[in-house]
């Protein structure tokens, strides 16, 4: 099924312009070898820098942001090369690029300490916890609370609270624009802190009583490790609660429903933002945009185990069904 587009702000004509553009020029870069030169003038070159190319996501997000570039590119692998190696800060240094686009938090980080270019980035954890610069510009890797809250609603009618454990630390203003969003969706958020990965198993036997299902959000306090994950599917499958997930990895432990960014739309969305660095930084509304792009997963069979009335007439809004 096609990505869901949550917003529409994308101009579909103006990337085929550029598609159209770029598959021109390689058409005759071979036998003009100066046409890259030429871009490169116009545009100005991109350094990419990514925190591990053998990731898929990230490999992902920076074959969608090639593909929807004309720009002249320099591509540097944190995980081969070494972040803090001397090499790749020479690299940086001779690279003559006017913008890096930094793809997960290492890249990220490292071009917010190093880098004296603007940066675009992308694939980074919860961005309001890193060092945001005057020049930084990017695409946060996490939906808008109130987009997955609009699809439990649309697809579970009859659900009317839902559960989240969270840190303080890293969710504490995700949770209180989340709680406000409920609200606009008639769902009653219920969040129960953690301040240690060790408080879970507790915190878990409180909420659960409370609620009709458990929302499980990108939180490096309530997901330590991967012991910790499988323990909080297991109990809540005990108690009969289904859990719905912000990755599709969680659906091999059990999760009824994952909504997740989409990762290509992200790369498209970077590259349009890196342009407009490049043109004219003056008129970028919003530094950080929400994803636009998202992809739903159901899992059928799991939900058949739950209480949770479905609206099969929700379906076509779901990518992927599993039975």
Not at 21 to 43: E, H, K, R, T, V
Not at 127 to 154: C, H, I, K, T
Not at 177 to 200: F, M, N, P, R, W
Not at 270 to 289: F, T
Request: hydrophobic fraction near 45%.
């Amino acid at each position: 099924m096609e990505t869901t587009r949550i917003k529409a702000w994308i101009d579909c004509s103006t990337l085929a312009r550029r598609a159209a553009a770029a598959i021109a020029l390689l058409s005759l870069a071979w036998l003009a070898p100066g046409i890259p030169a030429a871009i490169a003038d116009d545009g100005g070159k991109i350094l990419i820098l990514n925190s591990s190319a053998s990731v898929k996501k990230y490999a992902t997000v920076e074959e969608a942001f090639l593909s929807n570039l004309t720009n002249p590119t320099e591509r540097v692998d944190m995980a081969s090369q070494g972040a803090a190696s001397d090499a790749l800060r020479e690299n940086l240094k001779n690279s003559g690029a006017a913008l890096i686009y930094a793809i997960g938090s290492n890249a990220y980080q490292w071009a917010a300490h190093y880098a004296e270019q603007p940066i675009v980035f992308s694939s980074v954890i919860n961005w309001r916890r890193q060092p945001l610069r005057e020049d930084s510009y990017g695409v946060a890797n996490e939906l808008p609370s109130g987009v997955p809250l609009s699809m439990f609603r649309y697809l579970f009618p009859d659900i009317k609270t839902v559960g989240v454990l969270y840190s303080e630390k890293f969710n504490s203003e995700w949770l209180a624009e989340a709680t406000a969003a409920a609200g606009d969706v008639h769902i009653e958020l219920i969040g129960e802190k953690v301040a240690a990965s060790a408080e879970v198993p507790e915190a878990l036997a409180k909420l659960l009583p409370r609620v009709d299902a458990v929302w499980l959000i990108s939180d490096p306090v309530v997901l330590a490790n991967e012991k910790s994950a499988i323990e909080l599917f297991r109990v809540s499958d005990a108690k009969m609660k289904p859990v719905f997930a912000y990755d599709d990895v969680y659906v091999d432990l059990g999760a009824v429903l994952t909504i997740t960014a989409d990762i290509p739309t992200m790369g498209v969305q970077a590259a349009k933002l890196a342009e407009d660095v490049l043109s004219d930084r003056e008129q970028i509304a919003d530094r950080v945009e929400s994803p636009a792009g998202s992809h739903i997963t159901l899992n059928v069979g799991r939900l058949q185990r739950y209480r949770l009335n479905l609206n099969r007439q929700a379906l076509g809004s779901v990518n992927r069904v599993i039975e």
